[in-house]
């Protein structure tokens, strides 16, 4: 008699900046049921900071999970000292100058080694999610702009329960698939996936 085989548990840790994100992932969490495929997350139970807080706990984690992904914005650029700690796990001696942080995983970071990062462009997350939505951005693009735009197509400011239920009514696996060219879309959705 042999043995069935056990399937190989996926470990992921997310470290994040807010609660829109964390509403986000959750809907994606119950639309792609990652569980059923052995894989188990955990997002940060810490929200908030900046980039460089961020990065610096899914730097911390790197070593404890599979796979590890840190989700923030450009409003604050990394710090140099977080850069060289990054260019440090990822094995890469250094990182050109003024490279832009939403450019460093795209160039540097191919092989997907943790931590993977996912920098919400344009603005912050409430930007990504106007254009996943693909409606326009304000025409002064700026954290606050972005905010009270992304309120006018849920069709209100922040809660939680209002957001999961606007994703729930308008975003589908199949829509979410369909855009293959969104390379931070596609990055998030690995949290998901084997």
């Not at 994606?28 to 980039?51: A, C, M, R, W």
């Not at 706990?57 to 850069?83: C, G, Q, T, W």
């Not at 409606?135 to 972005?146: A, G, Q, R, T």
Request: with cysteine.
């Amino acid at each position: 008699m042999t043995k069935k085989k056990r399937k190989q548990k996926t470990t992921v840790f997310v470290s994040l900046e807010g609660k829109r994100e964390k509403v986000f992932l959750n809907f994606l969490e119950q639309l792609y049921k990652p569980n059923e495929n052995n894989i188990h997350i955990n997002f940060s139970d810490v929200t908030g900071g900046h980039s460089n807080s961020i990065l610096a706990r899914a730097i911390k984690s790197s070593s404890n999970y599979d796979r590890v992904y840190a989700i923030f914005d450009e409003i604050k650029p990394l710090s140099d000292e977080i850069k060289y700690s990054l260019a440090k796990v990822w094995h890469t001696e250094s990182f050109s100058p003024n490279i832009k942080d939403k450019n460093l995983q795209q160039e540097y970071n191919y092989a997907n080694r943790n931590p993977i990062i996912i920098v919400s462009n344009p603005c912050s997350i409430d930007g990504f999610l106007i254009t996943l939505f693909n409606k326009n951005l304000p025409k002064e693009v700026n954290e606050k702009n972005c905010k009270n735009s992304f309120a006018g197509i849920v069709g209100s400011k922040f809660n939680e329960e209002t957001e999961l239920n606007f994703y729930k009514t308008n975003l589908t696996k199949e829509i979410l698939e369909n855009q293959k060219s969104n390379f931070t879309l596609q990055l998030i959705l690995s949290v998901f996936k084997k």
